[in-house]
């Protein structure tokens, strides 16, 4: 469970090199200018003490609404995608496709939060923190206790998400960085469609499958 929450935690985010002013007009505006994006990302699982776990790396496309890939390149091959209906997680090397409904699995996840509109800030309570890093914070604590994570932290960057760490209830901190981003592409809806390759395994866990 935790590898598909880590996965889409990732799955809509961007980054850039200049700090602006206000980082919640920042988030806000994001909304309403980027509805498609692509780029390269690292991501990282830290410990309690900041060492890290697992890394990952790779490429990814996101189009609103609720439409992405990630590609995972290292450590080793995988893709997480959503169509705007259908989640699915593609194992390479177990060579398994295990398939979600997309509003179920992305309820209350950054993915959400992130690839949708500003009505899903109403389901944090949102903190100016101090800068740091070169980029100007916000904590986002979740409203609701059923939520996976604990807290969520992003820091903005020429108006738009540098980097997000995901404190879980665990003491663990997923850590993401995007370069290399493309704002507003255009993506063809192929990208978006689940292909499944030939002697590959499905395991379909939508309602009613």
């Not at 469970?1 to 935690?9: K, S």
């Not at 994006?37 to 790779?58: M, P, V």
């Not at 592409?185 to 390759?197: T, W």
């Given at each position: ?9 990732a ?19 994001f ?5 498609s ?22 490429r ?13 390149d ?18 390479v ?14 309820s ?7 690839g949708g ?45 540098a ?8 003491g ?12 507003n ?13 030939e ?11």
């Open positions: 469970m935790r590898l598909w929450q880590v996965l889409c935690g799955a809509l985010l961007l980054s850039s090199a200049l700090v602006s002013a206000d980082p919640l007009a920042d988030l806000k505006l909304y309403a200018e980027v509805s994006l692509s780029g390269d990302f690292e991501q990282r699982l830290l410990d309690e003490d900041g060492d890290t776990l697992e890394r990952y790396a790779g990814f496309w996101m189009q609103r609404p609720g439409r992405f890939l990630w590609l995972y290292t450590p080793y091959e995988q893709q997480l995608g959503a169509d705007g209906e259908t989640l699915w997680h593609y194992d090397d177990l060579r398994q496709i295990t398939m979600r409904d997309a509003a179920t699995s992305l209350g996840t950054p993915a959400e939060l992130l509109d500003l009505s899903q800030l109403d389901r944090y309570k949102l903190t100016r923190l101090s800068d740091a890093d070169g980029l100007e914070w916000l904590q986002l604590l979740p409203h609701s206790d059923s939520s996976d994570f604990e807290e969520i932290r992003i820091g903005m960057a020429g108006g738009q998400p980097q997000v760490l995901l404190s879980d209830r665990l663990q901190t997923t850590a993401m960085i995007l370069h290399d981003l493309k704002r592409p255009k993506i063809g809806a192929e990208r978006f469609s689940l292909q499944v390759p002697g590959v395994t499905v395991v379909d866990e939508r309602p009613g499958a």
